[in-house]
């Protein structure tokens, strides 16, 4: 039956992206937040992210680009940033940028271009590896069955 | 004594169903207010978010425009708000209700912040904020809130100014819970 087993690939491939630390908790709580009365919501939510987040990073490399540098600028784009994704619980991401917002307060801008270029990598490995989650969620959705909430 | 009364009766609900609290959440992330939004809404309560500070004190009429105060303007049971933000920040939109000589100084005000700095928690709870809340909010964070304001509601004592404050001498034990679900 396909759902059993889009329901199986979607808790394992989850299972995946927790131990590899790119979701963390947080991410489990959202979905206890979605229900009938709002069956998209943690595609909705995500997808709010993900613009919030290609807006951010536009801004970083924008403040990055600055002559001189205000860090205290960058740092409060790094910070937004560092919240959203602990809301979302992009885990990797919030790491990142915690990592970043020291190397802000230190104003090492070699450092800081770095840890942009790892948010950047970190943000389309997380978006390219929420894709199928996304898929198999509207799937399972489409043939009426339920989406397997992990504990 | 007949004032007190009447505050009591502003703080259960103006409209809506019986025991459905209004929260006013504040925030400016897409993302949280979305996140916040959904929490309270499956808590059982109105809500209104807004983006900032200001909007806020429109909201509510506290933006100088509207001088007036009367016991339609008391719109919100609950005001929950990130503590960062551009332009004013949570702690300051906490002061300038504080400071109000009016019902709206009873509103419960409650701050939200992903930094768990302690001065930071203990200047917010003497200004007056009910609880302080680490982000990421969490569903049962809210529930906690939520109960337990309806169950003052339903008490039927009268939350009159001199006994909020005397609550707030001490760090809420609503707020040692939450510093302490967030050692990790």
């Known amino acids: ?151 | 004594m007949a004032a007190a009364g009447d505050v009591l009766r502003q703080i259960l609900p103006e409209d809506g169903a019986a025991g459905e609290l209004h929260v006013l959440a504040v925030g400016d992330s897409h993302v949280d207010r979305k996140v916040i939004e959904r929490l309270l809404k499956i808590s059982s309560c109105k809500v209104t978010v807004v983006e900032s500070e200001t909007r806020a004190l429109q909201f509510l009429g506290l933006d100088g425009e509207n001088c007036s105060i009367d016991f339609d303007s008391l719109k919100v049971n609950l005001i929950m708000t990130d503590y960062s933000m551009p332009g004013m920040t949570g702690y300051e939109l906490l002061k300038k209700i504080k400071q109000e000589s009016s019902l709206f100084r009873e509103i419960p005000v409650v701050i939200m912040s992903s930094e768990n700095i302690l001065t930071r928690i203990a200047s917010c709870l003497e200004e007056g904020a009910e609880d302080f809340l680490l982000k990421p909010v969490k569903l049962s964070d809210v529930k906690r809130l939520t109960d337990f304001m309806r169950d003052e509601g339903m008490k039927g004592e009268k939350i009159c100014p001199k006994r909020r404050r005397s609550y707030d001498c001490t760090p809420s034990l609503s707020t040692a819970f939450s510093l302490i679900s967030h050692q990790s």
């Open chain 1, 1 to 151: 039956m396909d759902v059993i087993q889009w329901q199986k690939q979607l808790l394992d491939h989850q299972a995946v992206m927790l131990r590899e630390g790119f979701l963390d908790d947080q991410f489990i709580q959202l979905q206890k937040l979605q229900d009938d009365s709002s069956p998209d919501f943690v595609i909705e939510v995500m997808t709010m992210f993900f613009e919030d987040s290609e807006n951010l990073l536009n801004n970083m490399k924008r403040a990055l680009e600055q002559e001189p540098v205000d860090f205290r600028q960058v740092d409060a784009h790094v910070h937004q940033f560092k919240g959203s994704s602990a809301s979302v619980g992009a885990g990797r991401i919030k790491n990142v940028c915690a990592t970043f917002r020291d190397l802000c307060e230190a104003q090492k801008l070699e450092g800081c271009v770095t840890c942009l270029q790892q948010l950047q990598h970190e943000y389309s490995l997380l978006k390219s590896n929420l894709q199928p989650l996304f898929r198999l969620r509207q799937q399972i959705q489409a043939a009426g069955g339920s989406i397997p909430i992990m504990d």
